[in-house]
């Protein structure tokens, strides 16, 4: 049997809030929507191409030559932004390799539309410098922090596989990067599963050292996703963002200090650090390939066999098909 999560007092007013927000955000966006349905609400996280992508300005214009207008909403990881991409409150947003299977499982109101090639060098299950944990295999009886339903939360399923342990084998702390960090650095728990760029604040200017990094053990794919009825209706807006996208990504591959600097301020991390993250990153949106989507299904797969999820799902059920 898994063993409990014991999410500390912070993370449960933490989830509260987001749940919060999300309920109030889907009430808001959806009143606008149906006030004007031209309109692209779009899902964004503090670090990543789609904040670049609102800082430069560069959608607004591709989609007013459609007819449409382009709203943005902040979100603190993937499982929260799609959560409100299942309750109607947005249309576009991205993730992890993660999140999308858990919302697939709870709904089928997405569809996959791109990634962006695997960086599994972009992650990591961190310890304290001076731990006495030096592989995964120490990890056993011990208190791991991560997201739940996260990208890492992947990462510790496959570390801990590949170490001969299980989700029952250590205590799982399900926190958000901003609660996981102040855990692990007052030593509430005794490793913490992070992505860049915290991953990358956490080593440079903290007290972590990398204990496994994704190599090997994980792809990290970044997806970008859709609400399959928005979709449906505004393909061409859809293609609009992702062109958007791709223009802004070919700049950032060659620009990592440039993007560290743009992004910094927004982030709240010093841009020599985020430039370490992004060096880290995968650049080239594409659409979804058939290796893609198998390793998509294994992760589905692996987490329907843990009984994280309530039913099996079919990755390549929510792939847009072209022309779609």
Known sequence: MQAAAQ???????????????ALALSLLTGLAARADEKVVRIGYQKYGTLVLLKGKGTLEPKLKALGYTVTWSEFPSGPPLLEALNAGALDFGTAGETPPIFAQAASDALTYVAHEPAAPRGEAILVPKDSPIRSVAELKGKTVAFTRGSNVNYLVVSALKKAGLTLADITPVY?????GRAAFERGAVDAWGVWDPFYA?????????VLSDGTDLVPNHQFYLASRA???????AV???VS???????????NADAVAQELAPSVGIPAPILAVALKRQSYGVRSLDRDVVAQQQRIADTFHGLGLIPKAVDVADAVRKPGS
């Open 7 to 21: 999410p500390l007092p912070e993370a449960r007013l933490a989830r509260a809030w987001i749940l919060l927000t």
């Open 175 to 179: 926190l958000t990067p901003a609660d």
């Open 201 to 209: 604040a956490a080593v440079v200017t903290g007290n972590a050292r």
């Open 230 to 236: 928005f979709t449906a209706k505004n393909g061409a």
């Open 239 to 241: 293609d609009a963002v």
């Open 244 to 254: 958007a996208i791709a223009e802004i990504d070919a700049w950032a591959k060659d």
